[in-house]
């Protein structure tokens, strides 16, 4: 029904129209139509252009003056040739204005003729190839894209003026000239309301990629598998340190600040044992995909601050910026779905940059085969947390099953009358039943499992609209009093979760981390308590990997608050389920094991959170590109912060590393 949608349109406009006509509500509102008079002479029109125009490039002057302010004033080291920015970037501000009003000034040069000529083919370009929005960064793809959306908002209103009005829109009231771009704006709004299938946005599943049977099948079989690879590092008496690790989102901030503290502390050049002490990582967003890189490219024997580093250079968000300005955009008048959407877009863009990690052999690296390789003889929990629009719980893509603590459709089910299945609550598993819109045959995807690619499960946590739309995940469950209605496949009901960034509802992941612990907890106590741990009890570690910049200054006094918005104050500042509080019960949750004295040997565990500090700098942008002057300030706070002991919780860090270090690396 959607290509439809402007026949509907014109359709209900035309019947609208007929009985306007009889009832008389509207009459005529001019008089014989005749072309519009201008209104400016052509000596203004374009004094206005030039000034518009010129104030776009002294902005951009402006802007390259302000890439290159760290590096001057505050010393940052940066990319080479700083100081060629900031003249370039100082002579554009300065008599840039000046030149582009002499260009508008020579017509037959000025952007009035320049624009179309240049954007009418690129613009088609960039449609059918998004990838090429590379050569043109995300700024020049943006730029292109709503240069493109004014040409047509300028035909339109062109077409308004210099033809006849409809007869229907104008039986309407609507005026001498028809509004077009309005029009349009209806017909868009009509095909987003018949489009309800949401094929477009699926997230891209396969058989091919499968199986789906995690490669843990619960926490005990995890921990135990654990255990057994501790035995490589067997040495001298010493306590085995388990770190568990909460990588909050951010962005490709985020991803980079994960994978710079999980190289420091777990990375090859440490020798083979610290990677064996790490035991689950849980992430959010920008933090899920830095996990997910660092595990892949330690499987493959690189870096992970490497392989992010590629992935946050301009490929794939500027693949995305062409997605969603030049087909996410027109895709409800058309109905295609063949197209790869701005999510697949970004996705296939960090791919293509970082190659050999996510892309092996030209073949998709699978969810499922995530820290194969020969650079891990562990592979650590990996849990990313998303978000489900449809019902307000937590989507869990991980490497271990039987998480969720409700099973079937309703995650949000009592637990009244029975006994939760998993320690997650509220949460979803999407492996089981998953399949494609396409396959109905269920006993194909039954038997084989339906998988992702590694790519698309990060970015399942970490799709943040606009820039990336909610993924849908269709899976058969079992029916329920909740999950009964719509498609029926042999006592199963299909029920659609459509994911967006796990930060919606818990921003750092400690709250699922917090919940895997609890159920590891009891393991790791009868295992203190058993012979074998005389010589080396486990202690446990929750490390919060936090890139928000805190702040060490001390908050003012709190003055009186007003009483008319004394309310929403209290909404707004509502902190107990915040992550202040939550690493205060992570604190609380080790060092209650740690403080077990008898029976079992007293271990020394801890909370330690590294997180960048406020400074007289710029700050790490949030988006999914990260300049190499970010990149350089993020990597000298964390030496300066954490390796080098400035932060506030250095002296727990240092504990860490000396247990990391102790024994069993020679």
Known sequence: MVPFAPIIVALLIAAAACVARVAEVAAHTVPPWSPPAATLDDETRLLWVGALAGAVVVAGGLGLVRAAFPPIVLGIEGPGRWWSAALIGALTAIFGGFFTQWLVAMAWLGPITIAPVVIVPIAPWLLVVPSHGAYWTTTGVVAIGFAFLALVIGLLKWISRRYPPWDATDSLGFGRRTPWL??????????????????????????????????????????????????????????????????????????????????????????????????????????????TAWVAAMAAGKRGTGVVK?????????????????????????GITTWRDRA?????????????????????????????????????????????????????????????????????????????????????????????????????????????????????????????????????????????????????????????????YENSGLLTLLQIWAAIDPLVREHNQSTRANDHPISPWIVVVDNHYRSNAKAAQPRRPLELVAPLSALSNNRILGQTALEQTAALAVRAEGDRVSPGPKTTGGMVV?????????????????????????????????????????????????????????
């Not at 590629?310 to 058309?334: C, N, V």
């Not at 960048?612 to 993020?634: C, F, I, K, Q, Y």
């Not at 390796?643 to 990391?660: D, I």
Request: proline share 6%.
């Open 182 to 291: 309005a029009l349009l704006g209806v017909t868009w709004v009509v095909a987003s309301i018949l489009n309800t299938d949401g094929v477009y946005h699926d997230a891209r599943v396969s058989t091919d990629l499968g199986p789906s049977a995690p490669r843990y099948t619960d926490l005990k079989s995890a921990f135990d598998t654990w255990l057994g690879a501790q035995d490589q590092c067997a040495g001298a008496a010493g306590q085995v340190p388990m770190v568990l690790v909460a990588a909050s989102g951010g962005g490709i901030r985020a991803a980079y600040w994960t994978a710079v503290t999980l190289d420091a502390l777990f990375g090859s050049q440490r020798g083979k044992c610290p990677a064996l002490r790490l035991f689950a990582v849980s992430g959010v967003s920008g933090g899920s995909v830095g996990a």
């Open 310 to 334: 590629e992935m946050s250079k301009d490929h794939g968000l500027a693949a995305a910026a062409a997605g969603l300005l030049l087909r996410d955009l027109i895709q409800p008048f058309t």
């Open 344 to 504: 697949a877009l970004l996705e296939d863009g960090w791919t293509e940059s970082v190659g050999g990690i996510f892309d092996p052999a030209k073949s998709p690296l699978k969810w499922s085969a995530v820290g194969n390789g020969h650079g891990l003889a562990w592979v650590p929990l990996l849990v990313l947390n998303a978000s489900s629009v449809t019902d307000g719980c937590r989507v869990l893509v991980a490497n271990v099953g039987a998480l969720p603590a409700a099973t079937g459709g309703d995650c949000g089910a009592s637990p009244l009358g029975q006994r939760p299945a998993g320690p997650v609550s509220a949460s979803i598993d999407p492996f089981p039943g998953l399949h494609e819109r396409t396959d109905t045959n269920a006993a194909k995807w039954n038997s084989l499992g339906t998988g992702m690619r590694a790519v698309t499960a990060a970015l399942l946590s970490a799709r943040f609209p606009i820039i990336s739309p909610s993924g849908a995940l269709l899976r058969w469950v079992p029916d329920t009093p909740s999950s009964k209605g719509g498609n029926q496949v042999a006592n199963k009901s299909q029920v659609i979760t459509y994911d967006v960034d796990g930060g919606y």
């Open 610 to 666: 590294i997180a960048p500090t406020m400074e007289p700098s710029v700050a790490a942008p949030l988006g999914w590109v990260l300049s190499e002057t970010s990149r350089s300030d993020m990597n000298n706070q964390f030496k300066a912060r954490h390796l080098l002991n400035e932060s506030p919780g250095a002296s727990g860090l240092r504990e860490l590393l000396r247990q990391l270090d102790s024994w069993g690396n020679s």
